[in-house]
């Protein structure tokens, strides 16, 4: 099938309902994406009943500004998203994050009025304070982006990532970042052609006793 045969990529909400189809498209997308770089043992053992409770206690309880997003093909869930705040705060200002109660930012966009000098105690008035350091920009994180392993390659991670990046703009983000595991270089260049790049910064993950280690990737949404 070329290109211009394919059927096209529909991008929508996830639904409850989707919860069975994400569930394997994530299951299908560990087991091809960390093979070799994770325990077969825990790969195999991943299955879809267990992922399914999983997706559907995750909703039940996701914050409203983590939006999760599907990608279908003929009516066929064929890929998930699922972007939100960045909840490591090296990733970002704090306070300041959406999710933040003490948030004291002002909303994206808004444009703090002019200092009004206070008087001094001999009813002079006080210099003006020197303007204040531009605000970090509020970072989002890309929690997670799977396609089904035989349609990679073929626009659907692509079509993901725009209404990812589209999402997080509108949400008032000026950075989107992610993790991804270093072995994993077929990840590692798709990012990379998305306009991510290492931001210098690691983590290690334990997987069955075996260490994972983790590069952090990250891009202007603008």
Do not use: K
């Not at 189809?21 to 009943?49: S, T």
């Not at 009004?116 to 003006?128: K, V």
């Not at 035989?150 to 990532?161: N, Q, V």
Request: some cysteine; overall charge neutral.
């Amino acid at each position: 099938m070329t290109r211009t045969d394919r059927p096209p990529v529909r991008i929508r909400e996830m639904a409850e309902d989707d919860a069975e189809a994400v569930a394997a498209v994530r299951v299908r997308g560990w087991r091809a994406a960390y093979h070799g770089l994770m325990p077969r043992a825990y790969l195999n053992a991943l299955n879809v009943p267990e992922q399914t409770a999983a997706q559907r206690a995750r909703l039940r309880r996701r914050p409203p500004e983590v939006r999760d997003l599907v990608a279908e093909r003929s009516g066929t869930v064929v890929g998930w998203a699922c972007v939100g705040p960045a909840p490591d705060t090296a990733a970002g200002p704090t306070p300041g994050t959406p999710d933040d109660p003490t948030n004291t930012a002002p909303a994206p966009g808004a444009t703090p009025g002019p200092a009004r000098p206070a008087p001094d105690t001999a009813g002079h008035s006080a210099p003006a304070p020197a303007p204040a350091a531009p605000a970090p920009a509020l970072v989002a994180e890309l929690f997670a982006l799977y396609v089904t392993p035989e349609l990679s390659g073929t626009g659907i991670g692509r079509a993901l990532m725009a209404a990812a990046l589209e999402h997080a703009r509108q949400a008032g983000f000026g950075e989107l970042c992610l993790w991804v595991v270093r072995g994993n270089t077929r990840a590692r260049g798709f990012y990379a052609r998305a306009g991510f790049a290492p931001d210098g910064t690691e983590q290690t993950d334990e997987v069955d006793g075996v260490p994972v280690p983790e590069l952090r990737y990250r891009r202007a949404v603008g």
